[in-house]
């Protein structure tokens, strides 16, 4: 395999790893054509453009009365009128008749304006006197109405190729009428975990074992990234077993994630059989947790090897693999939103990589934003993720940072919350 550019000795910044690391992957080009009540959280595959215009009539905004503005009578500078109610309108049941001049319909919210009317005024505004209705002033001809394709015009785009399909996005493309969309088909990640002394929930503990919490993590990070999994269980440190729980992963999914086995000095076979399988690169990140990362191909399968370290595997994956999944989905690659905040508690720290300490942002009184770590930063500590809602960035030069002191802060997306 040629020399890669990015496995030297010198740590790379994540910022500087991330454009490479997707360099080396490209978007799904499958597509699938689904009913619009099982596409959410798909991504969209081609633009769609509104084939009505919306709204598709002039409407009332709000329930009252609709009449001309010009039947309005000028008296000492203030506009009013008495008009004579000549019918109703309901949302799906229009006025069928014709409103003469001096005259106006009870309106509700959603029903079509008939054509010759042009104002509605809102009920509280005005005053029933019999079949007489006086209309207090409203502010401008046009008051209260919606316009026929004020929204969309027919024609218009109204969404892109590589968007999410979420909640607004059903009602967006049901408004205008969609029943089926063209979507990506969904990726599908296999996973599983190594080493000898992880053991499943249930069973007991000998001296030196402990419970395998990073798959249920990284299931729960698969799954809110909208994509298919599957859990190959823990593999034993043994060569052959190992190469064929790779071999199994590649041919069944599009990316093969695992957990440990990518440090530096780990005594295992992992790497050896990672190299005799594929292209993998192993790389040395300044990220704090985290820094062993490897990346690769098995087969036709993206291969991501995270840390072992509960929070280390949590953190590379929403650092670095997100983004790959993102864009293996047709997703475009967005920044994350940074604040900045008074930090409520001292953090120690050494320089030469970037930490992301787990924090919990919150406002005072006043409304100003404050941020405190959620305790221990150890790399094990998992609980320290559970409590956090934001990561504290501190920058790979940043030494101790004081009480009091301005800091970056990134709330948790919608992949951590």
């Known amino acids: 395999m040629p020399t890669d550019p990015c496995a030297q000795p010198s740590l790379m910044h994540p910022d500087q790893a991330l454009p490479l690391l997707l360099e080396r992957v490209q978007p799904l080009t499958e597509t699938q054509v689904l009913p619009l009540a099982q596409a959410l959280g798909r991504v969209l595959a081609e633009d769609q453009a509104a084939t009505i215009d919306l709204p598709s009539f002039d409407n009332a905004s709000m329930d009252g009365y609709a009449f001309r503005f010009d039947d309005l009578v000028h008296s000492q500078g203030q506009q009013e009128a008495s008009l004579t109610l000549v019918g109703s309108a309901f949302a799906g049941h229009p006025y069928a008749g014709t409103c003469p001049r001096g005259a106006c319909i009870r309106i509700m919210t959603g029903a079509p304006l008939p054509p010759e009317l042009d104002t509605v005024q809102m009920q509280e505004l005005t005053r029933v006197e019999g079949e007489r209705i006086r209309i207090e002033a409203p502010h401008a001809r046009g008051a209260n109405v919606r316009r026929r394709g004020e929204e969309v015009a027919a024609g218009t785009q109204v969404l892109s190729a590589g968007t999410r399909i979420n909640a607004a996005e059903m009602g967006v493309l049901a408004t205008i009428g969609v029943a089926r969309v063209r979507v990506y088909r969904r990726l599908t990640v296999a996973f599983f975990s190594t080493g000898d002394e992880l053991r499943p929930l249930g069973s007991p503990l000998a001296a030196g074992q402990i419970y395998d919490s990073n798959r249920y993590a990284i299931q729960g990070l698969l799954s809110r990234a909208d994509v298919d999994w599957l859990d190959l269980g823990v593999v034993a440190d043994e060569p052959e077993a190992l190469r064929q729980a790779f071999r199994s992963a590649a041919a069944q999914a599009d990316m093969v994630l695992t957990s440990g086995g990518v440090s530096v000095g780990a005594a295992d076979y992992t790497k050896q059989i990672l190299e005799e399988e594929g292209q993998i690169s192993f790389w040395k990140l300044a990220i704090k947790p985290g820094k062993p990362f490897a990346m690769g191909q098995i087969g036709d399968a993206i291969f991501c090897g995270l840390p072992g370290n509960p929070v280390s595997s949590m953190v590379t994956f929403y650092k670095l693999v997100w983004p790959l999944l993102n864009k293996m989905q047709g997703l475009p690659q967005t920044q994350p939103l940074l604040l900045d905040a008074t930090l409520k508690s001292q953090i120690r720290k050494q320089a030469g ?44 030069e940043q030494g101790d940072t004081p009480i009091g002191a301005r800091v970056r802060v990134e709330p948790f997306n919608s992949v951590l919350c």
């Open 353 to 396: 990589r970037v930490e992301y300490q787990r924090g919990i942002l919150s406002r005072n009184a006043t409304g100003e934003l404050e941020v405190t770590v959620t305790g221990a930063q150890g790399s094990g500590m998992l609980t320290s993720m559970s409590l956090a809602n934001c990561f504290i960035i501190l920058a790979q």
